[in-house]
Every structure is written in structure tokens, then in C-alpha cells.
């Protein structure tokens, strides 16, 4: 199962210092509007998203259709395909993305610790 570009989305309290420590370890923003309260930062392929006050808690994400530079790729599984397989082996959803639809959607999903999983297709 191919799942797309993966980063995390970090749920902070101040975005400007967030911001400041991940530049630290080397992040250089890539994306986003600090003055919309979230970010995008890149180190290489690693991704991170720094977002304030959007979430409660951390997020895993992953973006089918993206490669690590929010560029689209040739061939990837549907986000709705996604879906469809993870129920069909049981995954429990916390929220789904249209069936009908086509083009981006999105569904979330929790590990069995609680982690969200957010899958987010843009394309």
C-alpha cells in the first residue's frame, strides 16, 4: 500500500518559536502562512508541519498523489482506494472521505495508541 509524501503535523503552543527550534536543527520553511498560524518545514526529505491552534494533538500524515516536494506524482492509489482497503481489513475509521467524489479528499484513522493518521490527498 502506497500512502504518498509522509511528514508530521505538529500541533504548537507558539509558532514563532517553534518555528525558531526547528530552524535550528536545520529546517527551512517550505510552505505555509506563519501569519494563518502554520507552517510547512523541509531538512532535506523530512517533513514537518507546525501548526497552532488547529489541532489538540500531533498528527502523522501522508499525502498520496505528493512526492516530499508537494509536486504531484504519475501514479498513485486514490485516496478513496485507500479507504476501501484499510475497512476491508478492519481499520476503523474516525472520519471519511467521500466516495463519490473524486479529486482531494481526506479520511483519518488512530492507531491502536491513539495516534491520529490523517490521510490527505490534494490532487
Known amino acids: ?12 503552543k507558539d509558532i514563532e518559536a517553534s518555528k525558531h527550534f526547528y530552524q535550528q536543527l536545520g529546517f527551512t520553511v517550505f ?11 523541509k531538512n532535506g526529505y523530512r517533513v514537518i ?11 502523522l500524515t501522508f499525502n498520496p498523489g505528493w512526492d516530499s516536494d508537494a509536486q504531484p ?4 492509489t486514490d485516496v478513496r482506494e485507500l479507504q476501501r482497503q484499510l475497512k476491508a481489513s478492519g481499520v476503523n475509521m474516525i472520519t471519511e472521505a467521500d466516495e463519490t467524489s473524486t479529486g482531494p479528499a481526506s479520511f483519518m484513522i488512530a492507531d491502536p495508541d491513539g495516534n491520529t493518521i490523517l490521510i490527505d490527498q490534494h490532487v
Open 1 to 12: 500500500m502506497e500512502l504518498g509524501a509522509f511528514s508530521v503535523s505538529l500541533a504548537v
Open 49 to 59: 508541519g507546525l501548526f497552532q491552534g488547529m489541532f489538540d494533538k500531533n498528527i
Open 31 to 41: 510552505m505555509g502562512d506563519q501569519s494563518q498560524n502554520w507552517l510547512i518545514m
Open 73 to 76: 506524482v504519475s501514479s498513485f
